[in-house]
């Protein structure tokens, strides 16, 4: 196994291993529309390390972005790293690949000065759960929505962050107000915008779809980074299905 910086279109349309071999078909829906958000914003606003087999095949990832262009719900200070996610696929799981690659990204990071590295680890078994980040000397500084705000020191033993409050206003000129903020970094997240995108035809004018670029300036506007919401609700982290958006909204028509 070797570990390569991501670094050219090419390589970002090689981009996450999880979907790939994903135990649920449609989040595969998604890859392709997140592997141009990944192209476009390789760079500016994702980094990432790819994990490679001896054939060359991409195993493993982990992506992050520095604090100033991470696309987060934080007011961070600069010359921090925001580690979005990390992955390596089920049967390259327990040979050292993960450990390769946060070694590599912070071998990277401490030849760029970076002071340190941030990252939520979550509540949810086999992904990303908080005591992974433990066992790495992470320490937990924070609660987040995802569970854990973790810190790992570089050159600087503490960070300022400061978590950015959600502003999601419900706008009138529909029965139902579908806010779509980001949600497409995530193979998991653009197969549900493809998903919402379809059932809300269905409903036809009582359904409006608004769909925000992830951007610093939608997080300035409304407190988000990535997410779905319904009438100013959240909704829908993880995978969904066609029949679940189909549910969600008509509980709202139905004032449920």
């Known amino acids: ?10 390589d970002a349309w090689r981009a996450y291993p999880c979907a790939t071999e994903s ?6 829906d998604g890859l392709s529309l997140s592997r141009a958000w990944f192209a476009e914003n390789l760079g500016r606003h994702i980094e990432g390390f790819h994990l490679e087999d001896d054939n060359g095949n991409v195993i493993g990832h982990i ?7 991470a696309l987060v719900p934080y ?11 990390d992955w390596v696929q089920y049967p390259h799981q327990g040979k050292g690949g993960m450990r390769l ?8 990071l ?7 590295v941030l990252v939520d680890g979550t509540e949810y078994e086999g992904y990303m759960h908080y005591r992974h980040f433990l066992k790495r000397d992470f320490q937990v500084i924070g609660e987040s929505d995802r569970g854990k705000l973790l810190y790992y020191p570089l050159s600087q033993p503490s960070v300022m962050v400061r978590p950015i409050a959600a502003r999601i206003p419900r706008e009138a000129g529909a ?17 549900a915008v493809l998903g919402i995108r379809k059932v809300a035809r269905e409903f036809g004018e009582r359904v409006r779809v608004r769909e925000v670029p992830a951007s610093r300036d939608a997080i300035a506007r409304y407190g988000v980074a990535d997410g779905i919401f319904i009438n100013g609700k959240p909704k829908f982290f993880g995978p969904v299905r066609e029949d679940q958006v189909r549910q969600a909204i008509q509980e709202e028509l139905h004032g449920r």
């Not at 196994?1 to 090419?10: A, D, F, N, P």
């Not at 992506?63 to 262009?69: D, I, V």
């Open 1 to 10: 196994m070797q570990i390569r910086r991501v670094q050219t279109t090419g």
């Open 23 to 28: 135990p649920v078909p449609f989040w595969a």
């Open 63 to 69: 992506y992050w972005a520095p604090s100033t262009q």
């Open 75 to 85: 007011e961070i200070e600069d010359g921090v790293a925001y580690i979005y996610c």
């Open 101 to 108: 690659l946060f070694q590599g990204l912070v071998e990277f």
């Open 110 to 116: 401490r030849s760029q000065d970076y002071k340190g």
């Open 175 to 191: 029965e139902v107000d579908v806010l779509i903020i980001g949600s497409r970094f995530c193979p998991v997240g653009a197969s």
